[in-house]
Nanobody, 115 residues
Framework: QVQLVESGGGLVQPGGSLRLSCAAS????????MGWYRQAPGKERELVAD???????DYADSVKGRFTISRDNAKNTVYLQMNSLKPEDTAVYYC?????????WGQGTQVTVSS
């Protein structure tokens, strides 16, 4: 089983930046994909960005050009640099890792964009 611990959420003004981190532990061998999802109140959980072991990246259209995902395989950690944040980015952000086709989720970290 894979354990995921997120950090880096918080309150930021529109236009500001935050960096999320997610560290994986436990049975981390052969994790293929790590990424970030988010869920706003009253909405379904949606993909923000994910990255494979070989560096293939996908972004949601709503964050392209503003968010950057990166991965440190040696540290089993994935990062999400979020710039030019908007109020509509407010959500709980969840880290996800896939191993052998089975996803594991972190507990989530709140990101609030408000003046």
């Amino acid at each position: 089983q894979v354990q995921l611990v997120e950090s880096g959420g918080g309150l930021v003004q529109p236009g500001g930046s935050l960096r999320l981190s997610c560290a994986a532990s436990g049975n981390i061998r052969s994790i293929s994909v790590m990424g970030w999802y988010r869920q706003a109140p009253g909405k379904e959980r949606e993909l923000v960005a994910d990255i494979t072991t070989i560096g293939r990246i996908d972004y949601a259209d709503s964050v392209k050009g503003r968010f950057t995902i990166s991965r440190d395989n040696a540290k089993n950690t994935v990062y999400l640099q979020m710039n030019s944040l908007k109020p509509e980015d407010t959500a709980v952000y969840y880290c996800r890792a896939v191993r052998g086709g089975t996803p594991s989720w972190g507990q989530g970290t709140q990101v609030t964009v408000s003046s």
